[in-house]
């Protein structure tokens, strides 16, 4: 997976290898739980200006991993929005993932599988802060993320409202919904219901996994979606639907790169995710951040529906809110990248006064 920076459109490759920042002391969750030797995976492409004032922080979503031109090169990459010839662009795999940081299948750390502890988004955050700290940067340019990527950086944004001076906030919320947190007990019920599940192995729960994965993919996309991708023209067939094989398919392939336990955890914390645990009014706590804020929404998003984004811009002060029209229900948010990156070129340039039609 982390072997073709040869092949991607990133300069700068002496900084893009990845790398791993080693927590001191154990990490103490917010929930309670302990995480000894707790390390983070995170890669980065460009080189910090002398100010130090440009950097562009990533947020990866439930499954992504730190190799950001492979899953947003439309927006990331040589002569993209985000070139790393202008900016010093971080990526870091979140707690509790199974693409470097640590996770419960993790085996060089004593405390794995069934064992691992729940993680929060502002578990995620805390483990990020660190690196940030690491990195000696101070302030982030632009932190960006979509959906469980969209929640860190919000958590963040209120988190340290001083070092973050843009927020880009891409079909996430404030707190996850009732809807979005049924979609994802669903799943784990589908893993729980895998007789493999509780064996402390790498492959236990993997074929609920992939029902798992079937359930999600009925929320990341739309009705006029399928019904453009998978309509058939046999009308006289009663099996062998493409939209059937095409969930099977899609079971099997994350099937081929994550692992249920991961999974089961991530969304746990992603159903954790509401900005006002612990600190009151949800639009006070809102009204908190400081960074200037672009709010995009997906018209055709099921998961997270364009009124959370809008509730987010109407209560975050400074924040101006667009919606990108697609088909592609919440992938839009990965699929949908020459819109993106009209509205956020906008957005930027309107900050510098200066064209970013070709940014380099």
């Not at 300069?11 to 983070?40: A, H, M, R, W």
């Not at 439930?62 to 190799?67: E, I, M, P, S």
């Not at 870091?92 to 085996?107: E, I, K, M, Q, R």
């Not at 994350?254 to 009151?280: E, I, K, P, T, W």
Request: with cysteine; aromatic share 10%.
């Amino acid at each position: 997976m982390y072997n073709n920076l040869s092949q991607i459109k990133m300069k700068n490759s002496e900084n893009s290898t990845p790398q791993i920042l080693e927590l001191e002391g154990d990490f103490n969750t917010e929930l309670g739980g302990v995480i000894p030797d707790c390390k983070i995976r995170y890669q980065t492409w460009g080189e910090l200006n002398a100010q130090k004032s440009n950097v562009v922080w990533v947020c990866h979503a439930l499954t992504g991993n730190t190799d950001i031109v492979d899953w947003w090169g439309g927006l990331f990459g040589q002569d993209q929005c985000f070139s790393p010839d202008r900016y010093f662009i971080v990526c870091a795999n979140v707690l509790g993932s199974c693409y470097g940081s640590t996770g419960p299948v993790d085996c060089t750390q004593a405390i794995k599988f069934h064992e691992f502890p729940e993680v929060t988004i502002r578990d995620m955050v805390k483990a990020h802060i660190q690196l940030r700290k690491h990195l000696g940067i101070a302030e982030i340019q632009t932190l960006i993320g979509g959906s469980l990527g969209g929640q860190q950086a919000l958590e963040w944004a209120i988190q340290e409202p001083q070092r973050v001076k843009n927020l880009i906030a891409i079909s996430t919320n404030a707190a996850h919904s009732p809807w979005g947190i049924a979609f994802n007990e669903s799943q784990r019920m589908a893993i729980r219901n895998d007789p493999t599940w509780e064996e402390n192995t790498i492959n236990a729960g993997i074929n609920g996994l992939k029902v798992a994965r079937s359930i999600a993919l009925l929320s990341y996309r739309s009705y006029d979606k399928y019904g453009l991708s998978q309509f058939e023209n046999d009308h006289n067939k009663t099996t062998d639907f493409r939209s059937s094989s095409y969930q099977v398919y899609q079971g099997e392939k994350l099937a081929g790169r994550f692992n249920a336990f991961s999974y089961y955890r991530l969304s746990q914390a992603m159903d954790s995710h509401n900005v006002s645990r612990g600190r009151g009014d949800m639009t006070k706590v809102l009204s908190t951040i400081k960074a200037r804020t672009l709010v995009i929404g997906i018209s055709s998003d099921l998961l997270f529906p364009p009124a959370e984004q809008i509730f987010l811009a109407s209560n975050i002060p400074n924040a101006m809110y667009e919606e990108v029209e697609s088909d592609f229900g919440h992938d839009g948010f990965l699929t949908e990248s020459d819109k993106l990156d009209k509205i956020i070129r906008s957005f930027l340039a309107d900050q510098y006064h200066i064209s970013l039609s070709s940014a380099s």
